[in-house]
């Protein structure tokens, strides 16, 4: 089993910048990606940015050049840099691992990007 905890959300003003954190516990050796998604309310959910356990990372469109996904592999833990921040990046932004089995999800962190 592996758990993810998320923290850093929270309001922000539009242009403004946030650290969102997810760190990893447990059976963590298998994981080879990692992963932020979002869901805005009445939406689905979707994918924010991803990154490999040999460092390749991918982003949705919305987001490049704005977002980047990092992560410490020391710490466990994965990071996502939000920079200009628009109302649209509004929603709840979970955090995802992937083993050859099992997804797993963290309970996520809200994010509200409003004047």
């Known amino acids: 089993q592996v758990q993810l905890v998320e923290s850093g959300g929270g309001l922000v003003q539009p242009g403004g910048s946030l650290r969102l954190s997810c760190a990893a516990s447990?059976?963590?050796?298998?994981?080879?990606?990692m992963g932020w998604y979002r869901q805005a309310p009445g939406k689905q959910r979707e994918l924010v940015a991803t990154?490999?356990?040999?460092?390749?990372?991918t982003y949705a469109f919305s987001v490049m050049g704005r977002f980047t996904i990092s992560k410490d592999n020391a710490k466990n833990t994965v990071y996502l840099q939000m920079n200009s921040l628009k109302p649209e990046d509004t929603a709840v932004y979970y955090c995802?691992?992937?083993?050859?089995?099992?997804?797993?999800w963290g309970k996520g962190t809200l994010v509200t990007v409003s004047s």
């Open positions: 990154t490999t356990n040999r460092g390749t990372t």
């Open positions: 995802r691992a992937e083993d050859p089995r099992v997804v797993y």
């Open positions: 447990g059976s963590i050796f298998s994981i080879y990606v």
